[in-house]
C-alpha cells in the first residue's frame, strides 16, 4: 500500500478527491485528473508534491494523451487507474439532446476504456484498474435512466476487461457504490434518495481495502450487494 502510484479520474470532488486524499496521506503518489482546475489546485495545496493533475475534459477523448503523459512525468509507472469520472441527468431518455447523450456517454463509457487501453504501457504484473459503476445497474433507475444505461455498459466492458488483463496478471475492481454523499445529484438536477447512503470517504476506504486485500468487486455500503439478487424484483425502487 506505501507508495502506491495512481491516476484518479474525476479528482476535484466527491470520490476520486477522497479517494486522493486517502491514497497520498497513507504514503502514495497521486496524478488527479478533471476539468475544474481550481479544485485541483487547492487539492495540490492541501496534500504537496505528492499530488500533481492535469486539468482535462474527458468528453474529449482527444484530451486524453495529456494524461497519459502527464501519468508517465509525474509518477513514471502506474500501479491503480481509478476510472471514476462521471456524470448523470436527472431527465427522461427522451428528454436528452443529441450532445447530452454522446458526452454522458464518452465520459462514463468510453473514455474509461480509451484511457486504459492507452495506459497500460506504464501499468505492470499486479497494478490494478478501479472502474467505479453504480449498484443502481440492478434496478431500472427510472430517474437516470441514460445514465444507469452508461454505467451498464460500463459495467459489461469491465467485466471482460477483467478476464483480459487476467492474462497480463492485472486485476480490475469494480465497485458499486449505493447513494453517495457528493455533489452528483445536485449536479445531475435532481435530489439524492435517502436510502443506502454512504459518504465519499467510507467508499473511498472501501477502495483502498479492496485494492490492499486483492478484493475485486466492492459494494459501498456493502450490504447494498442485496441488490445483486432482488434488483430485477425491485425496478421501480429509483
Ligand atoms: N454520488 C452517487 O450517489 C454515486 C453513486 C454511484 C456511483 N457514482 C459514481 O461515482 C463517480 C464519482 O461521482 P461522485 O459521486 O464523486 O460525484 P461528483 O462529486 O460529481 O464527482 C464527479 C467527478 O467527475 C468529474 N467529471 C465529470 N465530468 C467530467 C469530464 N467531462 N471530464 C473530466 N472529469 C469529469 C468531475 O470533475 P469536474 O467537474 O471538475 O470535471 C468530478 O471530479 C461517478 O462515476 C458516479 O457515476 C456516484
Same mark, same amino acid.
Given at each position: 500500500?506505501?507508495?502506491?502510484?495512481?491516476?484518479?479520474?474525476?479528482?476535484?470532488?466527491?470520490?476520486?478527491?477522497?479517494?486522493?486524499?486517502?491514497?497520498?496521506?497513507?504514503?502514495?503518489?497521486?496524478?488527479?485528473?478533471?476539468?475544474?482546475?481550481?479544485a485541483l489546485?487547492?487539492?495540490?495545496?492541501?496534500l504537496?508534491?505528492?499530488?500533481?493533475?492535469?486539468?482535462?475534459?474527458?468528453?474529449?477523448?482527444?484530451?486524453?494523451?495529456?494524461?497519459?503523459e502527464?501519468a508517465?512525468?509525474f509518477l %513514471? =509507472?502506474?500501479? @491503480?487507474? !481509478?476510472?471514476? +469520472? #462521471?456524470?448523470? *441527468?436527472?431527465?427522461?431518455? &427522451?428528454?436528452?439532446?443529441?450532445?447530452?447523450?454522446?458526452?454522458m456517454?464518452?465520459?462514463?463509457?468510453?473514455?474509461?476504456?480509451?484511457?486504459t487501453r492507452?495506459m497500460?504501457?506504464l501499468?505492470?504484473? %499486479? =497494478?490494478?484498474? @478501479?472502474? !467505479?459503476v453504480? +449498484? #443502481?445497474?440492478h *434496478?431500472?433507475?427510472?430517474? &437516470?435512466p441514460v445514465?444507469?444505461?452508461?454505467?451498464?455498459?460500463?459495467?459489461?466492458?469491465?467485466?471482460?476487461l477483467a478476464?483480459?488483463?487476467?492474462?497480463r496478471?492485472?486485476?480490475?475492481?469494480?465497485?458499486?457504490?449505493?447513494? @453517495?454523499?457528493?455533489?452528483?445529484?445536485q449536479?445531475?438536477?435532481?435530489?439524492?434518495?435517502?436510502?443506502g447512503?454512504?459518504?465519499?470517504?467510507?467508499v473511498?476506504?472501501?477502495i483502498?481495502?479492496a485494492?490492499?486485500?486483492?478484493k475485486?468487486?466492492?459494494?459501498?455500503?456493502s450490504?447494498?450487494?442485496f441488490?445483486?439478487?432482488?434488483g430485477p424484483?425491485?425496478?421501480?425502487?429509483?
Open positions: 500500500m506505501n507508495k502506491l502510484k495512481a491516476v484518479v479520474t474525476g479528482a476535484s470532488s466527491g470520490i476520486g478527491r477522497a479517494l486522493s486524499l486517502e491514497i497520498v496521506r497513507s504514503g502514495g503518489r497521486v496524478l488527479g485528473v478533471a476539468r475544474n482546475e481550481g489546485l487547492s487539492l495540490k495545496n492541501d504537496g508534491e505528492n499530488f500533481s493533475y492535469v486539468a482535462a475534459d474527458l468528453s474529449k477523448l482527444s484530451e486524453i494523451d495529456r494524461v497519459v502527464g508517465k512525468g %513514471g =509507472s502506474v500501479d @491503480v487507474l !481509478v476510472n471514476n +469520472a #462521471g456524470f448523470g *441527468l436527472y431527465k427522461s431518455v &427522451l428528454e436528452h439532446n443529441d450532445d447530452e447523450l454522446i458526452s456517454v464518452t465520459v462514463n463509457f468510453i473514455a474509461p476504456i480509451a484511457l492507452r497500460l504501457p501499468m505492470h504484473e %499486479g =497494478s490494478a484498474v @478501479v472502474n !467505479v453504480t +449498484a #443502481g445497474i *434496478l431500472l433507475m427510472t430517474k &437516470l445514465y444507469g444505461a452508461t454505467k451498464i455498459a460500463f459495467h459489461y466492458a469491465s467485466r471482460a478476464h483480459e488483463l487476467k492474462q496478471r492485472m486485476r480490475v475492481i469494480l465497485v458499486y457504490p449505493g447513494v @453517495v454523499l457528493t455533489e452528483f445529484h449536479r445531475a438536477g435532481g435530489i439524492a434518495p435517502s436510502r447512503r454512504v459518504t465519499a470517504e467510507d473511498a476506504k472501501s483502498l481495502k485494492i490492499e486485500k486483492g475485486n468487486v466492492v459494494y459501498a455500503p450490504y447494498i450487494s441488490l445483486r439478487m432482488l424484483f425491485l425496478p421501480e425502487l429509483y
